[in-house]
């Protein structure tokens, strides 16, 4: 394994309150050395960082990978490729597959191609209920065991509140967190967006907040009551934010999530019946992206994840109420948060980085979200001012559905190193 030796880059690790023009060393798949003049050891690689940006390797808690099961839409090599593209060195794979990730052997497999693919880390999330039919517990030590670190049904509720209850309480035992997909069936069934004044112009059923709200207030007091971690998926809410906030207050062991598309568009998009702007929870109204956006700023909410959902052309180009929901993210999601977030002002870059490498790392308990000597060589080297347009047919991705074509976004990684190695440089 080749050193590499990144000169004169603006370094910033939140975890160590770092932010300075040095030099970052990396040997032996760990971070050696960060500090200025280091050297240029013969054998090393050495890549030029003025201008650039270094950083811990960014980390998506909430990916889908569709392997096995939808292996034409994305494999763990194909999302691990365009996670790479993305500054992504560490992703948590969902395990609504076919079959669902709810055993051993299927977390073992998810483990195994993401080693035979060699890129970013993928670490496979079990399911909280066999099937993910929400009535039986999957055995979360055979889970944890063979790799998974942290469980969750997403793409489908825990309805049971007796289920999650009983779920929060045996995490506990693993030192896992319950990941839920916030979403009351009984309120959002047959609905196809946001319920407000787009879905009654467009003429389609609507899911309100509260379908979202109900139930981030349920796991909220169920993980108060049983001690357990709760955290929260792709929040879309005013409400679900403030929720949050409230039990934070209280000292209860819950964690949020929002997605790129949830704090840049709202409902406005599925204008003209877009389905790649159809999604779950759906995209909500100007007010509740603002309070995503809010949420970000203070630390109510505690990372930005993709909710990476590759779908087919074919299966995107239906009526909107057959459509499936979802949109790829891994390769906008830095340039959008820089955009929407950093060259607004509403969060400084370090902040950014402490949302989208630091906390993911920290919630999960995951190697990286750090560069401290000794620690995993997971680096980003990122070009914060670097203009560029969305051009879905230049992804790494196996699907192309994105409601950001043709959108210029500010600032995009130039490369990714994981375990020591280059794994994605932008134009090689």
């Given at each position: 394994?080749?050193?590499?030796?990144?000169?004169?880059?603006?370094?910033?690790?939140?975890?160590?309150?770092?932010?300075?023009?040095?030099?970052?060393?990396?040997?032996?798949?760990?971070?050696q050395a960060l500090g200025r003049d280091l050297g240029r050891?013969?054998?090393?690689?050495?890549?030029?960082?003025?201008g650039k940006v270094v950083a811990p390797g960014l980390i998506?808690?909430?990916?889908?990978?569709?392997?096995?099961?939808?292996?034409?839409?994305?494999?763990?090599?194909?999302?691990?490729?365009?996670?790479?593209?993305?500054?992504?060195?560490?992703?948590?794979?969902?395990?609504?597959?076919?079959?669902?990730?709810?055993?051993?052997?299927?977390?073992?497999?998810?483990?195994?191609?993401?080693?035979?693919?060699?890129?970013?880390?993928?670490?496979?999330?079990?399911?909280?209920?066999?099937?993910?039919?929400?009535?039986?517990?999957?055995?979360?030590?055979?889970?944890?065991?063979?790799?998974?670190?942290?469980?969750?049904?997403?793409?489908?509720?825990?309805?049971?509140?007796?289920?999650?209850?009983?779920?929060?309480?045996?995490?506990?035992?693993?030192?896992?967190?319950?990941?839920?997909?916030?979403?009351?069936?009984?309120?959002?069934?047959?609905?196809?967006?946001?319920?407000?004044?787009?879905?009654?112009?467009?003429?389609?059923?609507?899911?309100?907040?509260?379908?979202?709200?109900?139930?981030?207030?349920?796991?909220?007091?169920?993980?108060?009551?049983?001690?357990?971690?709760?955290?929260?998926?792709?929040?879309?809410?005013?409400?679900?934010?403030?929720?949050?906030?409230?039990?934070?207050?209280?000292?209860?062991?819950?964690?949020?999530?929002?997605?790129?598309?949830?704090?840049?568009?709202?409902?406005?998009?599925?204008?003209?019946?877009?389905?790649?702007?159809?999604?779950?929870?759906?995209?909500?109204?100007?007010?509740?992206?603002?309070?995503?956006?809010?949420?970000?700023?203070?630390?109510?909410?505690?990372?930005?994840?993709?909710?990476?959902?590759?779908?087919?052309?074919?299966?995107?180009?239906?009526?909107?109420?057959?459509?499936?929901?979802?949109?790829?993210?891994?390769?906008?999601?830095?340039?959008?948060?820089?955009?929407?977030?950093?060259?607004?002002?509403?969060?400084?870059?370090?902040?950014?980085?402490?949302?989208?490498?630091?906390?993911?790392?920290?919630?999960?308990?995951?190697?990286g979200g750090t560069l401290a000597p000794g620690a995993a060589?997971?680096?980003?080297?990122?070009?914060?001012?670097?203009?560029?347009?969305?051009?879905?047919?230049?992804?790494?991705?196996?699907?192309?559905?994105?409601?950001?074509?043709?959108?210029?976004?500010?600032?995009?990684?130039?490369?990714?190193?994981?375990?020591?190695?280059?794994?994605?440089?932008?134009?090689?």
């Amino acid at each position: 394994m080749r050193p590499i030796l990144i000169t004169g880059a603006r370094i910033i690790d939140p975890s160590r309150d770092t932010d300075e023009v040095a030099d970052l060393y990396l040997a032996e798949g760990k971070v050696q050395a960060l500090g200025r003049d280091l050297g240029r050891p013969d054998e090393a690689l050495v890549l030029d960082g003025a201008g650039k940006v270094v950083a811990p390797g960014l980390i998506d808690l909430h990916v889908h990978l569709r392997e096995p099961g939808q292996e034409d839409v994305e494999t763990v090599a194909s999302g691990a490729m365009a996670a790479a593209a993305g500054g992504f060195s560490a992703v948590c794979a969902m395990p609504n597959t076919d079959p669902v990730t709810d055993n051993q052997a299927a977390v073992g497999f998810i483990v195994s191609q993401a080693q035979r693919a060699g890129k970013a880390r993928v670490y496979p999330i079990g399911a909280i209920s066999l099937a993910q039919k929400g009535q039986q517990l999957a055995e979360f030590g055979e889970l944890v065991g063979a790799g998974a670190v942290a469980v969750s049904d997403d793409g489908k509720p825990v309805a049971s509140s007796h289920l999650m209850r009983t779920a929060l309480e045996y995490a506990r035992t693993f030192g896992i967190p319950v990941a839920d997909h916030c979403e009351d069936p009984t309120l959002s069934a047959g609905g196809a967006m946001h319920e407000g004044l787009v879905s009654t112009r467009l003429g389609l059923k609507g899911i309100p907040a509260a379908a979202e709200e109900i139930m981030v207030a349920r796991d909220i007091l169920l993980a108060e009551h049983t001690g357990g971690h709760v955290h929260l998926c792709h929040m879309s809410t005013r409400g679900s934010v403030e929720l949050i906030r409230r039990g934070k207050e209280k000292g209860i062991r819950v964690t949020a999530e929002a997605c790129p598309h949830h704090f840049a568009l709202t409902h406005e998009a599925c204008e003209g019946y877009n389905t790649n702007a159809k999604m779950n929870p759906p995209l909500r109204e100007p007010e509740d992206r603002e309070a995503i956006r809010q949420g970000l700023s203070d630390g109510t909410i505690d990372v930005i994840c993709t909710d990476h959902a590759p779908h087919h052309y074919d299966a995107k180009e239906r009526e909107f109420d057959d459509a499936p929901n979802g949109i790829i993210g891994l390769e906008t999601a830095l340039g959008l948060a820089l955009t929407e977030l950093v060259e607004s002002g509403l969060l400084t870059l370090p902040t950014l980085i402490q949302r989208m490498s630091v906390m993911p790392a920290r919630i999960f308990g995951l190697p990286g979200g750090t560069l401290a000597p000794g620690a995993a060589a997971d680096v980003v080297i990122l070009d914060p001012a670097e203009r560029w347009v969305v051009e879905p047919a230049e992804f790494f991705s196996k699907s192309r559905n994105t409601p950001f074509a043709g959108r210029e976004l500010r600032g995009r990684a130039a490369a990714t190193i994981v375990r020591g190695h280059i794994v994605y440089q932008r134009g090689d």
